[in-house]
């Protein structure tokens, strides 16, 4: 029940991350319902004869959450060149200046985006308007070598924009490549009392294991105030809601009452694109999903149910688990917290649940490391992801893509691209033996 009391204890098949949590009541799995036809929905460009649905980009990634979200699992990266449509490259420049680096300081802004091309790249645009690139990919195999003398190979992927339409980027951008996480459990993430995320940071690793781990903050979208942040591969959204808006935006191009600009992200130097109609009708409201899209979507990207786990008393799991204890795992993947009594809604409330994340900042090292900073993480850190349903991805999604850039084939190549504050721990998995690394990968499998 790593999920708490709403676990899915569903059958396990190619639905397993598209349950609702089960302790919801009737009233609220028809809301759940309405906001996964939000979620599924497509939506067309302006002007449409299907008013309700248009406003699409101009510039966009996807037409819908679910076709980068797939089945509400896991994106991949592109399998055919010009085939990104389930990831995206967010666009960012350092501070330059002394003011600059103030508003990053004072938490007012993550980084600096393009000034043409803004904060992500769109592959797509609505008719007549031409794209912003094409993200392409070229992988360099590289062997690993186990103590043992067993041989794997990594693929460490290159990624590139092609075909820029509007000119060249701002010199100092890093392109920072993510695929789509799953969108299990989010409701009980957003319910961890911050202060026991806080509690196990330890930036200057003062108990010298090795790990720092660092808290992401951010400004809260509606108080503006310092909070935490815990959604994305660097945690810099705060909430299940503003990470909705963000994607409605940037992703698709779709204004709503927490990001209100009709163009999502086409920017003042996008002159044609700002040119183009936007989908706002005065009879809706002032943006293109009016009030209750955003509050639907939002509710039900917060009750997606974390699949129960299978195979708990297999030998063979029970052995691997200690494994992953004992290498060190648990210093980032935490395996549980208990939720807090005053979340919003009342079955996120005090449940023992099993993420297996601590929801810091890590560094993993050179090669993984995407050059961008967002906030409290520098170009080297990345949030450490939850585990639970790891096991199901490829059931669901027909793939086994790992990490932020879907550079692992499997769950073996995920652990051997940990490097700096996580080598010790690939380091003890490197040193067990072939039936041991079996045993750990079959735990994860397992959750
Ligand atoms: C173009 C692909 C794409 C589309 C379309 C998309 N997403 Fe995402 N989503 C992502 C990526 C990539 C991330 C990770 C973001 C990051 O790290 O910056 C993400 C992260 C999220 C998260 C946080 C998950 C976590 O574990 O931290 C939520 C919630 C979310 N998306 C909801 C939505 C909703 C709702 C929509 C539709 C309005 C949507 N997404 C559309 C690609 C997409
Ligand atoms: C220092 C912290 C740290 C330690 C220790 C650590 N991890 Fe991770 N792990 C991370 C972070 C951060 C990521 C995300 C990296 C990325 O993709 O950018 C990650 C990603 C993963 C993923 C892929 C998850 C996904 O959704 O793609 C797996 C699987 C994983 N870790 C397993 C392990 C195992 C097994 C161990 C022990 C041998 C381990 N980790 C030790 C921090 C850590």
């Not at 190979?153 to 890093?174: C, N, Q, V, W």
């Not at 939720?339 to 090669?367: C, M, N, V």
Request: contains cysteine.
């Amino acid at each position: 029940m790593q999920g708490g009391a709403g676990t899915s204890k569903k059958l396990v098949n190619r639905d397993s991350f598209s349950q609702f949590l089960a302790n919801l009541t009737f009233e609220q799995e028809q809301e759940f319902k309405l906001g996964n036809a939000l979620f599924r929905k497509l939506w067309v460009a302006s002007p449409s004869s299907t008013q309700a649905s248009d406003g699409l980009g101009p510039l966009f990634n996807s037409r819908s959450c679910q076709s980068c979200h797939l089945k509400d699992g896991r994106g991949h990266p592109p399998l055919a060149d010009g085939d990104a449509t389930s990831m995206l490259i967010r666009l960012a420049r350092p501070a330059n200046t002394e003011a600059e680096r103030r508003l990053i300081a004072d938490h007012a802004v993550l980084n600096f985006a393009d000034p043409v091309y803004g904060g992500q790249l769109q592959d797509k645009a609505v008719t007549g308007l031409a794209a912003e690139g094409k993200i392409s990919v070229a992988y360099t195999e590289k062997p690993f070598a186990y103590p043992d003398g067993e041989i794997v190979s990594l693929r460490y992927p290159t990624f590139e924009i092609k075909d820029l339409a509007y000119g060249d980027m701002h010199p100092e951008i890093a392109i920072s490549p993510r695929i789509a996480p799953p969108m299990i459990g989010l409701g009980l993430v957003e319910a961890i009392p911050q202060a026991d995320i806080i509690a196990n940071a330890d930036p200057d690793d003062a108990n010298a294991d090795g790990v720092s781990g660092r808290v992401q903050i951010v400004r809260h979208p509606e108080t503006g105030e310092l909070t935490l942040g815990r959604f994305g591969w660097k945690a810099q959204n705060a909430t299940i809601r503003q990470q909705s808006a963000d994607a409605f935006s940037g992703d698709i191009g779709i204004s709503s009452p927490a990001s209100a600009n009709p163009y999502g992200d086409c920017t003042q130097n996008q002159t044609a694109c700002r040119a183009l109609p936007d989908g706002v009708q005065d009879r809706l409201g002032d943006t293109e999903a009016p009030d209750p899209v955003l509050d639907l979507v939002t509710f039900y990207s917060s009750n997606v149910a974390v699949p129960q786990r299978r195979d708990v008393d297999d030998p063979q799991v029970l052995e691997g688990k200690e494994l992953f204890y004992a290498a060190g795992c648990t210093s980032c993947h935490t395996p549980k917290f208990v939720t807090t009594r005053d979340a919003p809604q009342k079955e996120h409330r005090f449940q023992l649940i099993w993420p297996y994340s601590d929801f810091l900042l890590h560094d993993l090292g050179d090669e993984m490391a995407d050059g961008q900073q967002v906030g409290e993480a520098d170009g080297r850190e990345w949030r450490t992801p939850p585990l639970w349903g790891i096991g199901l991805t490829e059931t669901v999604n027909g793939h086994t893509y790992f990490l932020h850039d879907g550079r692992a084939r499997n769950l073996e190549e995920a652990i051997l691209w940990h490097g700096g504050e996580a080598e010790t721990a690939r380091e003890n998995f490197a040193a067990m033996t072939r039936e041991q690394r079996q045993a750990l990968i079959r735990f994860l499998e397992s959750l």
